[in-house]
């Protein structure tokens, strides 16, 4: 005999425990997480997780009435092949009612067609180029675009009677997209760039383009980096070649993200940015969403990253408490698209046409406040749509 | 003219943090013949030894920088006793493909232990600042940097050179049986050699976090840079490799001055040029 009596009852008593915990999660509601979970971007991964997991526990562990099922997808970095791959198996095998996550770009590009298709709302936690909504209409993003948060920074800069500013970015996708919002809205408002530099991505010394800024005889700098390193080498630079002693202001966006900021220690004081999230926004919301945070995660930072799985995650409960915990992609996003809400950023909204949140943008400055690196908020330039879809 | 002081000024800095980076894999390449790709990894160690224990455990800059290269060095020797000795006689492929494994290892081990985060080593008053040159001023960092430079290619030229051990360290890699048969002890002097290989990458990563901030992807992500100044130096000399940096780095400067749009191209482009130009190492014969 093959098998034994006893191990034909012990494989029947496991097949029907399967069974019953099928049966259990065929109640749930099932969410697709992608991200980067691994290789050099993985701290994003930490951090939706953190984020979502964070929701949901505060929220009695089920959203909308119904237990959740989160379900984590691992991309790497940008692998839009991949992304496409993992988001078809969660569609079709795994069966997600929603998804969520996406980092980059070329990944979120990637699966437009498949949620398209299968009418799977999918919210886009941080990916930031503004053209990404439009290419599916299950596509909701609770993150920003460089647009949103370079327009009012050009406004401002042009109000402060900066006439002449050099941009240098880093040369790749975002670096472009943030040297072009730039540009445009600054000569609009009757400014001038008067010379615009592409920094290398695999650039480790910006002694040389801080030398560049400094010749340009520009009044500002406004400039755009990956987080890590290049962020670090190129404050670095500004500070130790003196360009705010000599008069040239430091204008950026998320270059004092405060995932780094604690690492640039007292060089980054004072520098301005313009960007929709501060871990050091001042309201409720925000302490709470701080709080249910570190408790999930001590290692885990309130920035972006973190904030934008949060709201997604949001948003993803009133699209269930919408449809009942069915499956219905066009009633979901119909309910996404009137969504308002006070965010632990601020007031937002899910803007109706491009299903982009609409949000706050505030001017900062980094300050220490008892010995710790914060984006103290100075001005608030009010709720901002994404400039980018309105060129 | 401006342009033309900025450019030799940057350039030198920034060739003095290739050197002092690249010297020690030299040395191990050329001189014990070890294909060692977690050279790098090693320079890893080193900055995250100093952050952390300037950061964390709040010693002296010049206390702590000393007490982490012998650390480096001392992981090293025990990586050299325990395993890597037992690869000097296999081929070139187990060699890379055991470093670049020992690279992942660290990588992933520096990721669990102090997260993704880049490191800074926060400098002592007197480093921190900028020095006037007159017509611009320069992160006093980099005059320490181009002053250890100097002293690391002059110190190691030397004891390769002139000394007993550098001796011993020649012979015993040109004809191990033979220098053991006149009583070198081979063993010692492989592991010595081998340590102070990983003294020097700690030391470098050190000088270079600076430019090269630390982070647990670092292991990787200059190693390329690294193996070009190797390559363009010559392996094993320390003057070819002082050259190789210098110039390399004076002309990637002059590329980000008045060509930035071309991205590093013109520095692989030298790279290839002079391979082409002396195979052997930019200053053999």
Redesign the interface.
């Known amino acids: 005999m093959l098998f034994s009596r006893r191990a034909l009852v012990r494989a029947l008593a496991a097949s029907s425990f399967v069974l019953a915990a099928a049966q259990a999660h065929a109640q749930s509601v099932k969410i697709g997480i992608v991200g980067p979970f691994s290789g050099p971007f993985a701290h994003y991964g930490a951090l939706f997780k953190a984020a979502a997991e964070a929701y949901v526990a505060g929220q009695g562990g089920k959203l909308g009435g119904r237990e959740v099922e989160l379900i984590y997808r691992d991309t790497g970095g940008p692998n839009p092949a991949q992304a496409k791959g993992l988001v078809q198996e969660l569609i079709v095998k795994d069966k997600v009612d929603y998804l969520g996550g996406f980092v980059f770009t070329p990944n979120a590009l990637a699966v437009a067609p498949l949620i398209q298709q299968s009418q799977t709302p999918t919210v886009i936690f941080n990916a930031a180029t503004s053209a990404i909504t439009e290419k599916s209409d299950y596509f909701v993003r609770t993150g920003y675009t460089l647009w949103q948060v370079t327009v009012p920074l050009a406004r401002w800069a042009a109000k402060q009677h900066i006439a002449r500013v050099v941009t240098a970015v880093t040369d790749y996708g975002p670096g472009l997209d943030a040297e072009a919002a730039f540009k445009n809205e600054f000569a609009r408002q009757g400014g001038t760039v008067v010379e615009s530099i592409r920094m290398p991505i695999a650039t480790t010394d910006f002694g040389p383009f801080v030398q560049r800024i400094k010749a340009s005889g520009a009044q500002a700098v406004y400039t755009f980096l990956p987080g890590g390193p290049p962020n670090l080498g190129f404050i670095k630079a500004y500070n130790e070649n003196g360009l705010a002693r000599s008069g040239v202001r430091f204008l950026g966006t998320a270059e004092t993200d405060e995932f780094d900021l604690q690492k640039f220690g007292d060089s980054a004081v004072g520098l301005t940015t313009a960007f929709h999230y501060s871990g050091a926004h001042d309201s409720a919301a925000n302490k709470a969403f701080v709080a249910a945070l570190k408790k999930q995660d001590p290692g885990a930072v309130a920035n972006y990253a973190s904030v934008g799985a949060w709201d997604g995650m949001y948003v993803i409960q009133k699209m269930i408490e919408a449809t009942g915990g069915r499956k219905d992609g066009p009633k979901a996003i119909a309910a996404a698209r009137a969504l308002q809400w006070e965010s632990p950023r601020g007031p937002v909204r899910i803007d109706g046409k491009t299903r982009h949140i609409t949000q706050d943008v505030y001017l900062r400055q980094v300050e220490m406040v008892g010995g710790v690196a914060v984006n103290k908020e100075v001005e608030s330039f009010g709720p901002q749509l994404d400039h980018g879809l309105a060129q | 003219m401006?342009?033309l002081f900025?450019?030799a000024v940057?350039g030198l800095?920034?060739g003095m943090?290739l050197f002092v980076i690249a010297v020690g894999l030299s040395l191990t390449l050329g001189l014990m013949r070890f294909v060692n790709l977690s050279h790098c990894a090693f320079a890893m160690v080193g900055g995250y030894c100093a952050a952390f224990l300037v950061r964390q455990a709040q010693w002296n800059f010049w206390l702590a920088v000393p007490a982490a290269i012998i650390a480096t060095a001392a992981l090293g020797a025990v990586l050299e006793m325990l395993v890597l000795r037992h690869l000097y006689r296999r081929k070139e492929l187990d060699q890379v493909l055991f470093t670049i494994g020992l690279s992942f290892f660290l990588i992933a081990a520096t990721?669990a232990l102090a997260?993704?985060?880049?490191?800074?080593i926060?400098l002592p008053p007197g480093l921190a600042g900028?020095v006037d040159l007159g017509f611009?001023?320069l992160?006093a960092?980099r005059l320490l940097v181009i002053g250890a430079g100097l002293a690391v290619a002059a110190g190691a030229a030397w004891i390769v050179a002139r000394t007993r051990f550098g001796v011993w360290l020649r012979a015993a890699v040109d004809h191990s049986g033979t220098a053991s048969s006149l009583g070198i002890p081979i063993r010692v002097v492989q592991c010595a050699s081998f340590a102070a290989g990983a003294a020097l990458a700690g030391f470098g990563g050190i000088l270079g976090a600076?430019?090269?901030?630390l982070?647990?992807?670092y292991a990787l992500k200059?190693l390329v840079?690294v193996l070009v100044v190797v390559a363009v130096g010559g392996m094993g000399s320390i003057a070819g490799s002082l050259a190789a940096a210098v110039v390399l780095g004076v002309i990637?400067?002059a590329s980000?001055?008045l060509a930035?749009?071309w991205?590093?191209l013109f520095f692989f482009l030298a790279m290839a040029a002079l391979l082409a130009w002396r195979p052997d190492g930019l200053l053999k014969r």
């Open positions: 401006t342009v900025n450019i940057d800095a920034y943090v990721n997260g993704p985060q880049v490191q800074l926060p900028s611009r001023t992160p960092q600076e430019l090269m901030p982070e647990p992807y200059y840079l990637e400067t980000k001055y930035s749009d991205g590093s």
